[in-house]
């Protein structure tokens, strides 16, 4: 199986055996809480299309303090602390965020389009050329579970 993308930290590795199935930046609040930053590129791949080499040296917790039995869980590497990937305990998608865990962000494709935009936020409207939507794009279908 080829890789397309490689992160993670020197304990545990990611890798990305496909292209991202959504590849969006991110306004929402659980993001800006987790990453502290305005905005958060974000790459969705199919649950098998993305494998890690040592998941027994990961350390899961709630994505969403504000969610915590949601379906997210945000892995860390128990060695270093280092932001690995998010995990869906439903097993449809699992997550990258190219800057923070461990990639080579300018490898991968720019995000698509804005999701989770809202006015009350405070701050303008993205005006990049790229779709800015409330949500996930509307065309976007989780995958079933693997």
Same mark, same amino acid.
């Given at each position: 199986?080829?890789?397309?993308? @490689?992160?993670?930290?020197? !304990?545990? !590795?990611?890798?990305?055996?496909? =292209? ?9 609040? +659980?993001?800006?809480?987790? /990453?502290? @930053?305005? /905005? /958060?590129?974000?790459a969705f791949f ?5 494998? +890690?080499?040592?998941? =027994?040296?990961?350390?899961? @917790?709630?994505?969403? %303090? ?6 997210? =869980?945000? $892995? /860390? $590497?128990? &060695? ?7 995990? &869906?305990? +439903? ?18 494709p720019k995000a698509?389009?804005? %999701? ?10 993205p005006d990049d050329?790229?779709? +800015? ?12 579970? %693997?």
């Amino acid at each position: 199986m080829s890789v397309h993308y @490689q992160g993670g930290c020197d !304990h545990v !590795h990611v890798q990305a055996h496909a =292209e991202p199935i959504d590849n969006h930046e991110c306004h929402c609040n +659980v993001c800006k809480s987790v /990453t502290g @930053q305005h /905005t /958060t590129h974000v790459a969705f791949f199919n649950y098998k299309d993305l494998s +890690v080499d040592h998941p =027994e040296k990961m350390k899961r @917790q709630p994505f969403n %303090a504000d969610n915590p039995d949601g379906p997210l =869980e945000l $892995c /860390t $590497c128990l &060695d270093c602390g280092a932001a690995l990937m998010l995990d &869906d305990k +439903v097993k449809r998608i699992r997550v990258a965020v190219p800057n923070v865990m461990g990639y080579d962000d300018s490898a991968f494709p720019k995000a698509d389009y804005h %999701a989770f935009y809202d006015d009350s936020k405070g701050y303008d409207k993205p005006d990049d050329g790229r779709p +800015v939507y409330e949500g996930l794009r509307p065309e976007f279908s989780w995958p079933n579970p %693997a």
